[in-house]
T-cell receptor
Framework: DGGITQSPKYLFRKEGQNVTLSCEQN?????MYWYRQDPGQGLRLIYY???????QKGDIAEGYSVSREKKESFPLTVTSAQKNPTAFYLC???????????FGAGTRLSVL | QQPVQSPQAVILREGEDAVINCSSS?????VHWYRQKHGEAPVFLMI?????EQKGHDKISASFNEKKQQSSLYLTASQLSYSGTYFC????????????FGKGTKLSVKP
């Protein structure tokens, strides 16, 4: 079955630590996205990539970094510069930008 | 800017109808609607394009008013399974294609 796999489902970060959230898709989609979801805030775009080896900042990129070395993979690193990382993180993909987005099950990140 | 969704929350009894609105201050090219159940991933419902017709799926339909830069989602004869948070995502005219999502409308359907 095609889809998007995010791991881990739950993640805990210590002070000053970088953590990486995984996102893999086997839908052969060109575009991939990372969103942050806080209660009552909707989905806010962190980074997006329209093609391999290229990505752009979204509205709230500070304290995050990404890479897109393979079409299937778009990992997100939450760096120690992100002072309020506790949130639900969603990865999505679409065939091309602005087409239907398919979401992973999400990773819930908490701070120890 | 984020589109504005209204209402923020609504509680229905099974069989009742609801309308959720999504408004933008800028010209729109398309509007996407998604539903998210608690703790799960958002799921695509439908997409409306500028100049397109009203869409529908089962008892859920949506319209796109270009003059008002607004889309409305209509849920008819609601079922318990309709409960969740509904998000609209807008693509502005002339944009590169990324969606900007609203804050969501929480719908609760009671027996």
């Amino acid at each position: 079955d095609g889809g998007i796999t995010q791991s881990p489902k739950y993640l805990f970060r210590k002070e000053g630590q970088n953590v990486t959230l995984s996102c893999e898709q086997n839908l052969n989609h060109d575009a991939m996205y990372w969103y942050r979801q806080d209660p009552g805030q909707g989905l806010r775009l962190i980074y997006y990539s329209q093609i391999v080896n290229d990505f752009q900042k979204g509205d709230i990129a500070e304290g995050y970094s990404v890479s897109r070395e393979k079409k299937e993979s778009f990992p997100l690193t939450v760096t120690s510069a992100q002072k309020n990382p506790t949130a639900f993180y969603l990865c999505a993909s679409s065939i091309v930008p602005a087409n239907i987005q398919y979401f992973g099950a999400g990773t819930r990140l908490s701070v120890l | 800017q984020q589109p504005v969704q209204s209402p923020q929350a609504v509680i229905l009894r099974e069989g009742e109808d609801a309308v959720i609105n999504c408004s933008s201050s800028k010209a729109l090219y398309s509007v996407h609607w998604y539903r998210q159940k608690h703790g799960e991933a958002p799921v695509f419902l439908m997409i409306l394009l500028k100049g397109g017709e009203q869409k529908g799926h089962d008892k859920i339909s949506a319209s796109f008013n270009e003059k008002k830069q607004q889309s409305s989602l209509y849920l008819t004869a609601s079922q318990l399974s309709y409960s969740g948070t509904y998000f609209c995502g807008i693509q502005r005219s002339g944009s590169q294609g990324n969606l900007i999502f609203g804050k969501g409308t929480k719908l609760s359907v009671k027996p």
